[in-house]
């Protein structure tokens, strides 16, 4: 593990495209700016190791016969979505 100290409004680079800003620091709390693309996912560390092991648990969990691939949705929903307007468009050129 690479360890680095910054100050508040310094930061580091992490390859040409990712930088990590210090915006401030109180007490034991530390804010950071992250600069990256649009396509990089940033994730909080906690949420990332629930998400690994909801996918761990989900990939070897056994498959059952009585298992559905298009979950059922309750018939409220389907009442709803009836009450939505709909718009035709017509394809005249």
Known sequence: MLVLSRRVNESIQIGTDIEIMVIDVRGDVVRLGITAPQ???????????????????????????????????????????????????????
């Open 39 to 93: 396509s990089t996912q940033i994730w909080r560390k906690e949420l990332w190791d629930v998400i690994v092991k909801e996918n761990r648990t989900a990939s070897e969990a056994p498959k059952s016969a009585d298992f559905k691939a298009t979950p059922s949705l309750p018939l409220s929903a389907f009442s709803k979505l009836s009450k939505i307007p709909t718009v035709k468009v017509s394809n005249k050129s």
